[in-house]
Each structure stands twice: as structure tokens, then as C-alpha cells.
């Protein structure tokens, strides 16, 4: 697939010895207006878009043009589209580039993107946990091994661009899109998701931060709703994942969100993109309208009159490219000519995807499809091992009352969760997100039941299953069935929680919003009904969000299990044998009550005060709780009495494990007893996996600049202010037994990037003596 005879080996954007910058600015000169508009498109060949994205009605005044004619900046979703095996997928990949090279006088191939929330979203290819189960683990390597794998996939494939990792910091638990976040913590959120941007970045896997920004802080938690937030929230909560993501992690491509902040749509908001990225983070990658989002600029916002000025708006803001289809970039080279659009912008725009290009290698002149794509595994032993290892360090365990392991020779399995796989798949993996439109196809993996996986670990004789109700249904005629069951038996599995789907089409997922944080359909009845038989009862959460656990106090043990993944029933059916050690911690508060929507990140006045309110907002189970096997105490936390605003501190946690060997996550909190503005009352700001034998005694120093504790202030700038912090530890954000006050000392210190990270070291147990 060489461009055309005529041109290679004598200009300027062939030379490999210049930069990519260099080179694409010289081939942005060789280009036409409407070959430069082309390089900033996309195409999506299909007749099912509708179904994975939202609809867009009409065409909003779109000017109509051959896809292929002046060339192609994207291919949109050729493997992601439909159940299509790895060899179809690779030889329709061929065709397609093929075709733009064809059609064009300089053979340029088009960039290639793919969903890869929950793994590669194919057909055939492993359906890893989704990114909530990711967050559990608290496992940064562990999250980048799987990133590495999931993007060496991708690339022997063809595919240069991955839509993930999902940024967004949860808000109110109702929004359906939960799932497909790292929790609620913008600390947690940017190191997890940065490890997964490092890992397809070192794939060679251009990662896309999305959704930038303030998507899931959207009113009423519903899907595309405006978002009503002040500048220093956006600043201080939802903004810093995205930052640490791209300093960390080198993530080269960001999209936008389909929201308003304020009432400036994201696609459209000059001071976000091009302000924020670029001029005050010194970003150089690309920007990308999220599907549809540069026409919705028209139907949904309604801040444009037709496609051609939505695309005026979202260029001028410093969006590059279009996604998924060319609607209002159609009209650019028009827009160019009347004046309406600087032939600079386009230009900018231009130089940055082609940038993407050029490190693709798709200008030099090679086959843009990898030698040997057809053969390509995308369900091999590795992502196999790798999906379980996430998989059990992601199960939590909130509650054992000596029930766990289970025992008896009659065990009840009850609960519509157990009986199907797409209550163990996230929205993004391609078998809910794909397959549901294909009824009757083959899923191409094999993706045991929490059913299959319980029958296995302890044997058919032992158990017994009833349904007891429906996830989406209200209908309670099958609840007798499992109450005479559960009073039959030694003990009782209950396994409720979601399905996951788009739009409707299940109970967690994108356009899935919840009103309540009930568990959904007959659940919450069926949970009543065995509870009131007095049967020991192991309630076992399969779900996409946290849910209301509040009236289950008569549950003898309590599993949280954020839709584990095809592997993920295995890991269920371990913790449930003692196979499995239980180490997840909570990335989301489990709330008490169906009402409950704020998260653990509450100033003072955000928390239970009975005297000003009779709402108790106190969750159930606190933010980065969970149990382990070990007796874990925390000894001590040392840290300077003073530390100056541009200094650093090492500050050592000192814990010790009375019990059986564990995982422990140490973590590390920052409370500010005075500030100019008003912060939580604790928040996360460096944490650590340690491995705790029996008896042994680690020390976990934390290296903490003074930056970590900026905020912005009252003028907006962000700064560290002298005066007095606290630094806590413990297992989880209500229990911290160790602290010690320190003082931030010297002037005010306004920094121009945020501090990123908070590095662990764990030592040996003779260092901690």
C-alpha cells in the first residue's frame, strides 16, 4: 500500500530523520483545504450505529461528500461493529485501508480506534473486568500488565487508537456509567488510570482520556445532563485525573464529553481544551469529538444552527477530530474559504493527527495492517490469567460472620445474577455491548455463570439453584421457589446485583441511570424473603454501581464484586471455598440507604450533623474498606512537625499482621483543620499493596511533596498555603488509628502543575524494627 510512484524518496514529510512535527507540518503544505479537512474525519461503515451510540436524528444540515474522496483521518470500529472473526475483521481492515490509500494522490492511510474499556470490544477477544473492579484492586501493576496486553492486541491488529481509560470521577452512584469509572477518588482515579494509559501507550496504542470533563457530575446522575459545578470543584476534583494522566502516563489523545459545565457544551469549550490542555498543561496530542458530539452542538445544545457552524464551534475550541462519522467537518474547507474558520486552525489540527500518523508509521510507505493480523489471539492463556488475577484481587469482602468459608452439605444457590453471563460483564465488553443486538449468535468466549462456577468448586451434589426473581422485572412469582429452597438447605447463596447494558437494555451501564440505589427489579424483595428464613445467607453483589445494603443486616457474610469479567464467576466461587483470599478494597462507598448519592469526599457540613439535619448520609461501608484474612494493626505514622510549602516530607506507617497472611492496602489521608477554602474533612493522597505474612511487620514510607496539598483558591489559583494539615492511615477512610499534625510553613506557593503522584516504598522487616 505505497502512496502514489511519483512523490516517495523526494519530499520533505518522507524524511524520516525529521521529527514528526516536522514532518507533518510539511505535508500539511503539500495539502488541499479538502484534503486537510479529510485528515480530521472519520467513517463508520455500518447500519447499526444507533445501537452503541446516541442517535443522532437527521442530518442537522451536513454537507454530503464521498468519505473516501480527499482521504481519511480515522476508521471507525471495523472489529468493534459486529460479531466478525479475527481473520474477516483483518481482511476488511485491508480492504478499507486499502480504499483510502486508492483514493488518494498521497496514499495516506487512515488511523484505526477501537473501544477497549473492558478489553479489546471484539468479537472473540477476552472480556476483562470492567474498570470499577480494575479500581478495587488498588493494584497499579497489575492494571498495566493488562493494559500492555489488551494494547499488543490491538496493534498486531492494526488498530492504533484505544477510546480508554474512562477519567471521569464518580459523583452520585445513580449515573448508569459508573461502572466504567475508577471510583470516586481523583487520586485513585489518575494513578489506576494512568497505569492504564502507560500500558497501551508502551503497546504503541494511542490512549484516549474521556470524557473531558465533568461528565459524570451530571444533574439528577442522568446521561448527557448539564453539569452545575463551580470552578474549583472542576478544578480540585473532576480535573486532576486527566492531568496525572497525561504528565504520568503519556497519553497522547483526550475526548470530549457530551455535557455542559455551566452551560458551555465540552465540545465547544475553548477555555477547557485549549486554555486548560494545551496552553496551561503544555498538551501537544489530539482532541476528539466523543460520537455525534460535534453535531449534537445543534440537536442536543443548541448553541449552532446547522453542522457547519457546530463545526466552527468545536475547531475553534481545539477539537481535531470528528467521531465517528464526518458530519459538520465536512464543511470546513467552505467554512475556510468565507473567513468563517482560520486556515490556521485547520492547519493545527492537521499537524496534530497527522503527528499520530507519522509515529504509526502509516507515512512510510509500509503495509498500515500488520504481517500475520489473521492470526492473532485474542483470547489466549495470557489475557486468561491476566483477567483472573484482576478479577479475585478485585472481589471485596464487607461482612463475614463466620460463614467463609462455606461448609455443609446442602448448599442454596438463589438469585437471577447467578444464572447469566452479561450480570458478570460491563457495558463495553463486546458480548453485552454488541452480541445483545444478535440474538442467538455464539458469545466467542467461553464466560461461565456464577452457577457453573459454584457447581465446580464444590460439586453438583452440594448445591441447589432457584432464580427467585428477575433483574429487570418487578415480578415476584419465583420468590417461594427460593424461600422453600433456602429452608431446605445448610446455607444460602444469594447472588443479586445488575446487566449490564446501552440505553435501556439493562439496569447498570451507559444510559442505564438509576433512580435509587434499590437493588433493581424483584432483588430487593427476593433478599427480604431468604434473610426472614433465618438461614445463614452469603449475599454476593454483582454489580455496576454500589447499592443500598442498608436493610440486609440479617446477611452472615456480604461479597461486593463489581462485574468481575469472564473470569470473574471463578474468582466469586474462590472467595466463597477459602481458594481465594480476599484483598479488594472499595473504590465507591456502599451506601446504607436507597437515597444516599454523595461520596466520601464531604467537608464538615457534608456529613452527619443531627442537630442541623435528620438525613444521615454515613455509609454503610466506608471508602476503601474491605476485609482480609489477616488482623492488620496500624503501629504508628511519623511524619516532620514542619514542612515548608516547596519541600517534601518522608512520612513512614508502621503495621503489623496478628492474623493469617494478607494483603493489606495502606493508606494515606490529608485533613486540613483551617484552609481559605473549604475541603474534605479527609481525603486519599497515596496508597500501598503490602504483603503480610503471618506476624510480619512492614514499614511503608511515603514520600510526599508539599504540592500534594494544593488547592485553589479564592482567585483561582492553585497554590499550597502555609498552616496546619493532618496526616492519617488506615485500612479504610473512617478507620485511620494513626496521625500526626504537620505544619506547612513559608509564603503562599502557586504551583503551575499539580503534583501527580505520591510514591511508596515498603521495607524489609528489619528496616521497620
Known amino acids: 500500500m505505497d502512496a502514489a510512484p511519483d512523490v516517495i524518496g523526494r519530499v520533505r514529510w518522507r524524511d524520516t530523520t525529521l521529527s514528526a512535527r516536522e514532518r507533518a507540518e510539511a505535508l500539511v503544505a503539500e495539502l488541499t483545504l479538502e484534503e486537510k479537512a479529510a485528515q480530521l474525519g472519520s467513517v463508520w461503515l455500518t447500519d447499526v450505529s444507533d445501537d452503541f451510540a446516541p442517535r443522532l436524528e437527521g442530518g442537522l444540515g451536513s454537507e454530503a461528500v464521498d468519505p473516501f474522496a480527499h482521504g481519511l483521518g480515522q476508521l471507525t470500529r471495523v472489529f468493534g461493529t459486529e460479531p466478525v472473526t479475527v481473520p474477516d475483521g483483518v481482511r476488511r481492515l485491508r480492504e478499507l485501508q486499502q480504499r483510502v490509500v486508492d483514493g488518494h494522490r498521497l496514499g495516506i492511510p487512515a488511523l484505526v480506534h477501537e473501544e477497549c474499556l473492558t478489553g479489546l470490544a471484539a468479537f472473540g477477544a477476552t472480556a476483562f473486568p470492567t474498570p470499577l473492579a480494575w479500581a478495587a484492586t488498588f493494584d497499579e501493576r497489575l492494571v498495566h500488565e493488562m493494559a500492555l496486553a489488551i494494547g499488543s492486541d490491538m496493534r498486531a491488529l492494526g488498530v492504533h487508537q484505544g477510546l480508554a481509560p474512562v477519567l471521569d470521577v464518580v459523583r452520585d452512584y445513580r449515573w448508569g456509567r459508573v461502572e466504567e469509572t475508577l471510583g470516586e477518588d481523583p487520586y485513585l482515579v489518575g494513578q489506576l488510570g494512568s497505569a492504564y494509559v502507560a500500558g497501551l501507550e508502551q503497546a504503541g496504542i494511542i490512549a484516549t482520556l474521556k470524557h473531558f470533563a465533568g461528565y459524570a457530575a451530571s444533574r439528577g446522575a442522568r446521561n448527557h445532563a448539564p453539569v452545575s459545578m463551580g470552578p474549583r470543584e472542576l478544578a480540585d476534583t473532576v480535573l486532576p485525573p486527566f492531568e496525572t494522566a497525561l504528565r504520568q502516563g503519556g497519553a497522547r489523545s483526550v475526548m470530549t464529553s457530551y455535557t455542559d459545565v455551566d452551560g458551555v457544551p465540552s465540545t465547544a469549550n475553548r477555555a477547557l481544551i485549549d486554555e486548560t490542555l494545551r496552553e496551561r498543561w503544555g498538551f501537544e496530542g489530539t482532541v476528539v469529538a466523543d460520537y455525534w458530539a460535534v453535531p449534537f452542538l445543534v440537536s442536543m445544545h443548541r448553541v449552532a ?109 438463589i438469585g437471577p445474577a447467578a444464572m447469566g453471563h452479561r450480570s458478570l460483564l460491563g457495558c463495553y465488553a463486546f458480548p453485552n455491548h454488541v452480541l445483545t443486538k444478535h440474538p442467538g449468535h455464539e458469545l466467542g468466549i467461553p464466560v461461565p455463570t456464577v452457577a457453573d462456577a459454584v457447581r465446580s468448586e464444590f460439586g453438583e451434589a452440594r448445591i441447589a439453584v432457584a432464580r427467585g426473581c428477575e433483574i429487570s422485572s418487578d415480578d415476584d412469582g419465583l420468590i417461594p421457589d427460593a424461600v422453600a429452597l433456602a429452608w431446605q438447605s445448610d446455607v444460602a447463596v444469594l447472588v443479586v446485583g445488575d446487566v449490564s447494558g446501552l440505553f435501556g437494555d439493562g439496569t447498570s451501564g451507559e444510559g442505564c441511570d438509576a433512580g435509587d440505589l434499590r437493588l433493581p427489579g424483584g432483588q430487593h424483595e427476593l433478599v427480604q424473603a431468604v434473610l426472614a428464613t433465618g438461614v445463614p445467607t452469603v449475599l454476593v453483589v454483582v454489580s455496576g454501581r454500589p447499592y443500598a445494603l442498608g436493610e440486609y443486616e440479617g446477611a452472615a457474610a456480604i461479597v461486593q464484586a463489581f462485574l468481575p469479567g469472564a473470569d470473574g464467576a471463578s474468582a466469586i466461587a474462590g472467595i466463597l471455598a477459602g481458594r481465594v483470599a480476599p484483598s479488594g478494597r472499595l473504590p465507591v462507598q456502599i451506601p446504607r440507604a436507597r437515597g444516599a448519592s454523595g461520596t466520601y469526599l464531604q467537608p464538615p457540613l457534608g456529613r452527619h450533623n443531627p442537630g442541623i439535619t435528620v438525613a444521615d448520609p454515613t455509609p454503610l461501608f466506608p471508602f476503601g474498606f474491605g476485609l482480609t484474612p489477616g488482623a492488620v494493626r496500624y503501629e504508628g505514622l511519623t511524619a516532620p512537625a514542619a514542612l515548608p510549602t516547596d519541600g517534601h516530607a518522608e512520612v513512614d506507617v508502621v503495621v503489623r499482621n496478628d492474623g493469617r497472611a494478607c494483603v493489606e492496602v495502606v493508606q494515606l489521608y490529608a485533613s486540613y483543620p483551617r484552609s481559605a477554602v473549604v475541603r474534605p474533612e479527609a481525603q486519599l493522597i497515596g496508597f500501598a499493596r503490602v504483603e503480610l505474612p503471618a506476624g510480619a511487620r512492614r514499614r511503608v514510607r511515603f514520600t510526599v511533596p508539599a504540592g500534594t496539598f494544593a488547592a485553589t483558591g479564592v482567585d483561582g489559583a492553585l497554590a499550597v498555603e502555609p498552616g496546619p494539615v493532618v496526616l492519617s492511615a488506615g485500612p479504610n477512610a473512617a478507620e485511620r488509628p494513626c496521625a500526626a499534625s504537620v505544619a506547612l510553613t513559608g509564603g503562599r506557593r502557586v504551583l503551575s502543575a499539580r503534583v501527580v503522584r505520591v510514591p511508596a516504598a515498603v521495607a524489609d522487616p528489619a528496616a521497620a524494627r
Open 305 to 413: 444552527e446547522d453542522a457547519a457552524q457546530a463545526a466552527a464551534l468545536a475547531l475553534g475550541a481545539g477539537v481535531d477530530v470528528e467521531l465517528p462519522q464526518t458530519v459538520g467537518y465536512a464543511s470546513l474547507p467552505r467554512l475556510v474559504r468565507e473567513g468563517a474558520v482560520a486556515e490556521g486552525d485547520l492547519d493545527r489540527a492537521v499537524v496534530r493527527h497527522l503527528r499520530h500518523k507519522i509515529e504509526a508509521g502509516l507515512l512510510d510507505g509500509t503495509d498500515p495492517v500488520p504481517a500475520g493480523a489473521e492470526q492473532v489471539q485474542l483470547d489466549g492463556p495470557r489475557n486468561r490469567a491476566l483477567s483472573t488475577r484482576i478479577a479475585e484481587e478485585s472481589i471485596v469482602l464487607l461482612r463475614d460472620e463466620g460463614v467463609l468459608p462455606l461448609r455443609g452439605d446442602r448448599i442454596a444457590l
